[in-house]
């Protein structure tokens, strides 16, 4: 659907915005070179689940912000004008002291964690997670003079921007060019079935796991303080742990004294039909992170709870300077944050969105597994809630992936139709082949069937571009 500008003076405006940003903004990923040529795309208003660019487009955005952030959808007045409210009456005061929007969401918070007791707010997910290291590394020299300072993170996984959040990700590409980096932090392999050859083994999950303790005994346990793993691998490919899995990594960790954190940045907030993703596998952190659903992008902020007992190990004698959490998150102290975190929180439970995240998932999972059916292209399907992948392959045998261009290429029709689609990207040397869902929670079957049926366009144009282009 397109809205046209209706005056000259709405035309020349639009000129000048687009001018201004091809000229003057830097933006997140992208190549500019062809900018000198073309528009960037720039979105200037949503509702629900749909957005209109500066030149009138409307799209139906499948990916939730770009980046699985707008979980409870686009225009939400309460929570604008909750975070107006806010800041008219204290915008921001450093996290030193504390405010009532975050003393209540705290509260709410470590409500549907159970097991958790604290909370740290910062501004970013990647923020949350270089927390979370500092806490590991400063316990390590508070108990032990600093050996057990190392912590172990997952092929495929990502966990920030940061060099340090970098140095825990294992994502070639998007580290490539960006070391040296942080040392202590140290890779073991992912837990993706489908690309093992023993991945239809009955005791893949566990065998994945046990993974974690051949690189503990490495490494030495007396040496690793923490692992870092996301619930499902987002933009790793969209990988949820086989049965079995967390399970084992709960005894590993337990037997060598290893904290567990677990990254919820994506996941988090109801993304998988629960609270948060790691509650679906039994798994009982110690550290969890979360940003981006949070407030559903309509503040910055992110939060590292953790469990009352980790948070005792920094009590001590006010007497030793040095024996507390010395961090400070500047924009933490925004009370903006937790204001519109509470009305989201609201929202999810007013609406009953986990229950709709579950109904609208499995019909979603329906939906793909029928497109497997027709084209043979997709050689896996999976995901949690509203939260799924689709692997593209050359070959369902030899699971050879399509090239990246192929994967660009669908997301690229999918845009034209008016869809937004995700996809892995610039993540991995030869696997960046997952095209990537996360509609927002209030997703209906209709949106649903609009963006299945755009990728299902889509595949057939790759596919057979001879026989579509007799129709064109």
């Known amino acids: 659907m397109n809205r046209a500008l209706d005056s000259d003076s709405q035309d020349t405006n639009v000129s000048e915005v687009i001018n201004s940003d091809k000229t003057h903004v830097w933006h997140h990923l992208s190549q500019h070179k062809p900018l000198e040529t073309s528009d960037p795309m720039m979105i200037v208003e949503g509702k629900g689940m749909r957005v209109t660019d500066i030149k009138g487009k409307e799209y139906l955005d499948a990916v939730s912000g770009g980046v699985w952030t707008v979980n409870v959808g686009y225009g939400r007045e309460s929570i604008a004008n909750a975070v107006r409210d806010q800041l008219v009456k204290m915008c921001y005061f450093a996290n030193s002291a504390g405010n009532i929007p975050g003393a209540q969401f705290a509260e709410k918070l470590v409500e549907k964690m159970p097991g958790m007791g604290r909370v740290y707010y910062s501004n970013s997910g990647s923020e949350a997670n270089e927390k979370a290291f500092k806490l590991v590394r400063q316990l390590a020299s508070i108990k032990n003079g600093g050996k057990k300072h190392k912590v172990i993170f997952r092929d495929r996984d990502y966990h920030g921007t940061t060099i340090t959040a970098l140095s825990a990700t294992g994502q070639a590409q998007r580290k490539d060019q960006y070391g040296p980096f942080t040392p202590g932090f140290v890779e073991f392999p992912h837990c993706l079935a489908y690309r093992s050859a023993n991945g239809d083994h009955p005791d893949f999950g566990v065998q994945s796991a046990k993974e974690l303790e051949k690189t503990i005994l490495r490494e030495g346990p007396d040496t690793v303080g923490a692992v870092i793993l996301e ?36 996941c988090g907030m109801g993304r998988t039909g629960k609270w948060f993703g790691y509650q679906h596998y039994g798994v009982k952190p110690d550290i969890v992170t979360m940003a981006k659903g949070v407030a559903s992008g309509y503040a910055a902020i992110s939060v590292m709870a953790t469990t009352e007992n980790l948070f005792s190990e920094f009590l001590a004698d006010p007497s030793d300077k040095m024996h507390y959490f010395r961090d400070i998150s500047t924009f933490g102290g925004c009370a903006g944050g937790p204001a519109a975190a509470l009305e989201n929180m609201r929202i999810i439970e007013q609406e009953n969105l986990l229950d709709n995240v579950n109904k609208m998932g499995d019909y979603l999972m329906d939906q793909l597994l029928e497109l497997q059916q027709k084209h043979p292209m997709i050689g896996d399907v999976r995901g949690k809630g509203l939260f799924v992948g689709l692997e593209l392959v050359k070959d369902r045998q030899t699971k050879e992936p399509v090239d990246e261009s192929v994967v660009a290429g669908i997301a690229g029709d999918c845009l034209k139709q008016g869809v937004m689609i995700g996809r892995t990207n610039r993540s991995f040397a030869e696997h960046n082949n997952t095209i990537c869902l996360s509609p927002a929670l209030i997703c209906t079957k209709g949106d649903l069937d609009e963006i299945v049926r755009s990728i299902d366009i889509a595949i057939t144009k790759v596919v057979y571009p001879e026989v579509c282009n007799l129709f064109l």
Not at 236 to 246: A, L
Not at 249 to 265: A, R
């Open 231 to 266: 619930p499902i691998t987002a933009g790793g490919g969209v990988i949820t742990p086989p049965e079995g899995y967390f399970e084992t990594i709960q005894e590993i960790c337990t037997k060598y004294g290893v904290l567990i954190h677990i990254d919820e940045v994506v």
